[in-house]
């Protein structure tokens, strides 16, 4: 048999299906940026001007920025933190397993469960809102946690993500950090390193990679937040995320012109994430 | 450079007590070996030392102080492990300025040190590379040169050659010999390998379940040890135990057993001796004490007894005899040159001025 054609015949399956279902909607999606709404009327590059200039995407765009800081700063810091120091405690795989739990639960249950937590009334009625019960029990008055614009609700919904997501990264972390031989800590104590100059100067750098890919994976994650937005207040209040507003524009307004044009844009966004996750698990694979 | 004192020192894990009041003085400049099978408490000693372990009882000194709560950090101790430690995203050269950057040590001062200590070790064109690139003796060499830098008052070593193949490890311990003759620091080095506990050490505390066995000069530890334990420990192959009972005929004194009846030499038939006729003991004796008549110039009457050779194990500078002396096993050094084959009666002689008589309930020295 000429093997020259055979490696088509075996490849064939799989560039079919990624071509049927990840180039052609791609190139479809890409395509349809430059169409109207109704993909009809070519209109050139109107809906990326209108996709980086337009109010709500403007905030949509200030909102992610606002998620890809405080949200992988939190995951990832708190996952560290906590990764070290239950480290230390006996009841070890009972909190983790606690912490680790949301990631369990769906973004809709999350949403429903956030959404009693941070409900609203008005002053005279009874508080039946977690937050606001505490809060007027402490003789303070009552906050709306998802309309007051632009912080508190937005760091509100990161907050839920948050909630989800720690656990990950504190796996992931502990999993690194329990890896780290523990002579070496031990050395760093007995050359003269006080807690923090272990952690700053041994420990850190030996989970440096792992953080690397949490991180990126938190990135990744954050760049395409969606559900929990969708879930507690679809966009409302200036809280809106560019995700959720490629989906009202789809599903919504029916604009697939716009809708596409914001696909491609948060496509775009991604992708350098992605190339430095590659390239980092190449070079793993290189070394093994 | 400081001496080192633990008194009445004593671990508890929960229940287990590992380190069970031990009392120990190395001097200043001393390189005191601590040996003993796993699990004696040996390790752990050194860990409370280094201040890696809490001290559940008793006190510690380094020098005047006392450091039962200092940080290991403030103790001014270096310590090198078993498996070397050494900071992986460090290259040799930071490895070892680790510990003096921390301490704020000049930046001229670090490189004249670090350059020096890499400079006596032999890895000087390895400033640069990382650990990993490193062969095992190396990097031992690397752990080594940071705790040299350091120039603590007390090097800690936690089983340091154990991980290096055989002739490495023999290198490396004329190395550690060499390089105590030189810097002169007191040492405590953990190990369970006696030839390196006799070789390295001016002092060898023998230790069993957390106890101190003897602790002494390394001959006189093989010469005299303080009780069975220490005598079956010290010395390849392990001494020979046969119990016996000593008895007194015509003002003389004997150790008889199954198959065997020796005389004690007048010089060691001491007035403990004499004082325990009549009761069972452990008669001692090391494979290197027994020879064959053909080995031995000069009268053999009172030290003979024969035995049937079972297996020999020729080691060209020595033959290892394992022989059946009324159904109890000798293991006998010999002479490799004399012609032996299993299933042969052997004679053998005893050399009696080196006996050991142990208590047989105390398991304690006799003589």
Not at chain 1, 51 to 56: D, G, L
Not at chain 1, 212 to 230: C, G, N, R
Not at chain 2, 268 to 286: E, P
């Amino acid at each position: 048999m000429n093997m020259g054609r055979a490696h088509w015949l075996y490849l064939a399956p799989a560039l079919l299906l990624l071509g049927v279902f990840l180039v052609y909607p791609s190139v479809e999606t890409i395509r349809l940026s430059f169409y109207g709404p109704r993909s009809d009327t070519f209109v050139g590059f109107q809906n990326y001007i209108q996709a980086f200039t337009s109010r709500p995407m403007l905030i949509a765009f200030r909102n992610n920025l606002l998620w890809l800081v405080v949200f992988t700063l939190f995951t990832v810091g708190m996952g560290l933190v906590l990764a070290v120091l239950l480290d230390r405690v006996r009841y070890e795989a009972i909190i983790k397993s606690v912490i680790f739990l949301p990631m369990a639960i769906s973004y809709v249950a999350a949403g429903v469960i956030w959404r009693f937590v941070y409900a609203f009334r008005p002053v005279v009625a009874p508080q039946i809102g977690l937050l606001n019960a505490i809060v007027v029990a402490l003789g303070g008055q009552p906050v709306g946690w998802l309309i007051e614009r632009p912080w508190i609700n937005n760091l509100a919904l990161i907050a839920v993500g948050v909630w989800v997501w720690t656990g990950f990264c504190m796996v992931v972390l502990s999993a690194a950090y329990k890896g780290i031989p523990k002579e070496m800590q031990e050395a760093a104590r007995i050359d003269g390193a006080n807690e923090w100059q272990v952690f700053r100067h041994v420990t850190i750098p030996f989970l440096k990679s792992t953080l690397a890919v949490v991180t990126t994976t938190m990135i990744v994650f954050v760049l395409k937040v969606f559900d929990i937005v969708y879930m507690m207040t679809n966009g409302a209040y200036d809280t809106d995320v560019i995700a959720n507003r490629m989906y009202n524009e789809m599903f919504q307004f029916n604009n697939y012109g716009l809708a596409s044009a914001i696909a491609v844009v948060l496509f775009l966004a991604i992708i350098p994430f992605l190339v430095i996750n590659i390239r980092r698990f190449r070079t793993q694979e290189a070394v093994r | 450079m400081a001496e080192v004192r633990l008194n009445e020192v004593t671990k508890k894990f929960g229940n287990f007590t590992a380190v069970d009041r031990v009392t120990l003085e190395v001097h200043d400049g001393e390189f005191v070996v601590l040996v003993g099978p796993s699990g004696c408490g040996k390790t752990t000693s050194l860990r409370m030392v280094a201040g890696l372990e809490d001290i559940t009882a008793g006190d510690i000194y380094i020098g005047e102080r006392r450091v039962n709560d200092v940080p290991p950090k403030d103790r001014d101790i270096a310590m090198v492990f078993q498996n070397y430690a050494l900071y992986p995203h460090m290259d040799v050269y930071n490895n070892m300025a680790f510990g003096l950057k921390l301490r704020k040590v000049p930046k001229k001062e670090i490189e004249r040190r670090v350059h020096s200590a890499a400079e006596l070790l032999g890895i000087k064109e390895k400033l640069k590379a990382k650990p990993r690139e490193l062969s095992g003796g190396q990097r031992q060499r690397v752990a080594l040169g940071r705790a040299i830098v350091r120039d603590p008052k007390v090097f800690l070593f936690d089983e340091p050659l154990s991980n290096l193949d055989a002739k490495l490890r023999v290198r490396m311990r004329a190395e550690l010999a060499e390089l105590h003759l030189r810097l002169k620091t007191t040492t405590v080095y953990v190990t369970h390998d006696q030839v390196e506990a006799m070789t390295l050490g001016q002092r060898v505390a023998v230790m069993k379940d957390g106890v101190v066995m003897q602790y002494d000069k390394p001959q006189t530890i093989y010469d005299r040890p303080a009780n069975m334990f220490v005598a079956g420990f010290i010395g390849s192959p392990a001494m020979n135990f046969l119990e016996a009972r000593l008895i007194s005929e015509d003002g003389r004194l004997y150790v008889q057993g199954k198959g065997f009846k020796l005389l004690v030499p007048e010089e060691r038939a001491s007035d403990g001796l004499r004082a325990s006729v009549g009761r069972d003991v452990v008669f001692g004796i090391r494979p290197e004490d027994i020879r064959t008549p053909e080995m031995v110039h000069g009268e053999t009457a009172g030290r003979t007894f024969s035995g049937k050779v079972r297996v020999r194990e020729p080691l060209g500078d020595e033959q290892i005899i394992y022989a059946d002396v009324a159904g109890d096993e000798i293991v006998a050094k010999l002479d490799p040159r004399l012609e032996i084959e299993p299933g042969q009666d052997l004679t053998f002689v005893a050399m009696m001025e080196r006996l050991h008589i142990f208590d047989k309930e105390t398991e304690r020295a006799i003589a």
